[in-house]
């Protein structure tokens, strides 16, 4: 049995920034992803501004600047959201693969489609038992293996569906956002003339992704197709407080553009506090850090597909846009806290 102070459990960007987070503090953890790389995800590839600066430290840079999103209505009414200060877009692949190799650089062991199979607890640790024969004690546990993830493996219910693509054909220079009341998808530039094409709707709703459809008629797709998934309500899990496992992540509404970098972020926190904070501790900070922008998040989501409120926020936003840059600015996570 081999003996490591701390294991992640899932290798994507919230497990991989963890990672790279506690390189930073001297640690050599254990990352144990279920999946094999490239894992295509369904994802609006969008990195939020307060998610550059950590970028930049570890040597990655995003492909494009996004400085503005654009909102169309379904009658191609629209009105432009200027960014003060700039975005970027890289996507999901490119991102992985850089936090990914940072850490394989400082001689961190990655175990590569390995699924844990069980946890024992014990007076000093966790056992893990691993799909590869590998048994594993641990100290401490980081927890990022997405929505889907419960100790009893049972999956909740589905009430979305998710899409997306990647496209090459046209040119654009801002993230476009067309809003539907029971979806909404996004054009957003990439490298090389390369666009991400995400799509989120009320499960059973297709109607949306054929009006998608329609945008995109002329495009060429690029890689292998559509990446579907199934999501449920979005929201913040009720994990249970268990003595030195931390849950990294959330998921935020995609339509914030927070995803991407709610788990980047998440990561960052769990592996600089994971050594002095204990587990309960630690659910306090995540909901000071995280709390307030998925909970509006999910709020400008709820409007945005309900029949009457999405013509009468398009209304007022060509009168005066300062009402999304107000919900902009609240969806952010404006500072990071530590203690």
């Not at 191609?76 to 999901?92: D, T, V």
């Not at 909740?156 to 220079?173: L, M, N, R, S, W």
């Not at 659910?283 to 709820?302: A, D, Q, S, V």
Request: charged fraction near 25%; glycine fraction near 8%.
């Amino acid at each position: 049995m081999q003996s490591i102070k701390i294991v992640i459990i899932g290798g994507g960007v919230g497990g991989l920034s963890a990672a790279n987070a506690l390189i930073d503090e001297g640690q050599k953890p254990l990352i144990i992803e279920a999946g094999t790389y490239p894992a295509y995800k369904v994802c609006g590839e969008f990195v939020s501004p307060e998610a550059l600066p950590i970028l930049k430290k570890w040597g990655i840079k995003p492909t494009r600047s996004i400085n503005s999103i654009q909102f169309k209505n379904k009658k191609e009414k629209s009105f432009l959201l200027k960014i003060s200060k700039h975005g970027g877009a890289l996507s999901r692949t490119d991102l992985e693969d850089a936090l990914r190799n940072r850490v394989l650089e400082n001689d961190i062991t990655l175990y590569e489609g390995v699924r844990v199979l069980h946890i024992d607890k014990s007076d000093d640790g966790y056992k893990l038992i691993l799909s590869n024969d590998k048994i594993i004690h641990t100290e401490k546990i980081l927890i990022s293996a997405g929505r889907f993830f419960t100790k009893n493996g049972k999956k909740p219910e589905t009430k979305y569906v998710g899409y997306k693509a990647h496209f090459t054909g046209k040119q654009i220079d801002s993230l476009i956002m067309h809003m539907h009341p029971d979806g909404y998808f996004g054009f957003l530039p990439l490298e090389d003339g390369k666009m991400n094409v995400t799509l989120l709707q009320k499960k059973g709703q297709d109607h949306v992704f054929e009006e998608m459809k329609n945008h995109i008629k002329d495009l060429d797709m690029w890689e292998s197709g559509w990446v579907k998934v199934e999501a449920p309500n979005f929201g913040i899990k009720k994990n249970p407080i268990e003595r030195n496992i931390y849950y990294l992540g959330d998921a935020c509404a995609s339509i914030t553009g927070l995803g991407v970098t709610l788990a980047l972020l998440s990561g960052v926190v769990a592996g600089k506090t994971c050594q002095s904070l204990s587990s309960n501790e630690y659910k306090k900070l995540w909901m000071k850090n995280f709390y307030n922008p998925i909970t509006m998040g999910i709020f400008i989501h709820r409007l945005s597909l309900h029949s009457l409120t999405l013509p009468l926020f398009f209304l007022l936003n060509r009168i005066n846009t300062q009402i999304t840059h107000y919900f902009f600015t609240k969806t952010r996570v404006k500072r990071l806290y530590f203690t």
